[in-house]
């Protein structure tokens, strides 16, 4: 394990459900990340929060609302998703958000939309 | 933007045997970083190595090796004496280092490359 943390670590939701994933960081970091990963499609870089303010928002859907209560959690709000919504979800922090710090990642969140 | 391409969707390699993957990128930048991340089928994705743009001489990590190609725009990675552990998909990324342009602080990767070592 990197230090990063994310629950649950499967997730099955209806369209209609209201449902959080949370990442949690034990590194000291001050940036954080949510990634989408698809099959066979590079991963989508979803929001960047850098000291708890959102420096970033990579034309996400509003049907995602990330949270960032302070440095060392990060939580994405799902509502009303659709199915093609299905992935794994990656949580990342990182020392800062340039260079030259490293970003490392938590376990993912398998998300199943039906 | 940048974009990073990885042409191997699948490869596999005989334990101790070498394997090289490969990644091209296309970028307008001068200044840049590039990696290769693991992710093996518990789907932690770590850092193998990385490499400066500015450095010609290429980053190696143990068993782990790049070929940087600045002009061609290449940075493959080669696994040497593999091992059964190395069996993951493995990720090129991008990023770039000149603070204030409009993708700094984004990682951009490529699709990724399944790798299979076969005892």
């Known amino acids: 394990e990197t230090g990063v943390t994310q629950t649950p670590r499967h997730l099955v939701m209806g369209m209609t459900n209201k449902k959080s994933l949370k990442c949690e960081q034990h590194?000291?970091?001050?940036?954080m990340y949510w990634y989408k990963q698809s099959a066979k499609k590079p991963l989508e870089l979803m929001f960047v929060?850098?000291?708890?303010?959102?420096?970033e928002n990579n034309s996400v859907p509003s049907r995602f609302s990330p949270e960032c209560p302070n440095s060392s959690h990060l939580f994405l709000h799902l509502h009303t998703l659709q199915p093609e919504d299905s992935a794994l979800y990656l949580c990342?922090?990182?020392?800062?958000?340039?260079?030259?710090?490293?970003?490392?990642f938590g376990p993912g969140t398998r998300l199943t939309v039906t | 933007a940048q974009t990073v391409t990885q042409s191997q969707p699948e490869m596999s390699v005989q334990e101790a045997e070498t394997v090289t993957l490969s990644c091209t990128y296309d970028?307008?930048?001068?200044?840049?970083?590039l990696f290769w991340y693991k992710q093996p089928p518990s789907r932690q994705m770590i850092l193998v190595i990385r490499?400066?743009?500015?450095?010609?001489q290429n980053a190696t990590e143990n068993r782990f090796s790049v070929n940087f190609q600045k002009a061609a725009k290449s940075f493959s990675l080669k696994i040497s004496d593999s091992q059964l552990g190395d069996t993951a998909m493995y990720f090129c990324?991008?990023?770039?280092?000149?603070?204030?342009?409009?993708?700094?602080?984004?990682?951009?990767f490529g699709q990724g490359t399944i790798l299979t070592v076969h005892p």
């Open positions: 590194l000291g970091h001050n940036a």
């Open positions: 490499q400066e743009a500015y450095k010609q």
């Open positions: 970028t307008s930048e001068n200044n840049y970083y």
């Open positions: 990342a922090s990182s020392l800062g958000q340039g260079l030259p710090y490293e970003q490392y």
């Open positions: 929060y850098s000291l708890e303010e959102r420096v």
């Open positions: 990324a991008f990023f770039p280092a000149n603070a204030g342009g409009t993708s700094y602080g984004k990682l951009t």
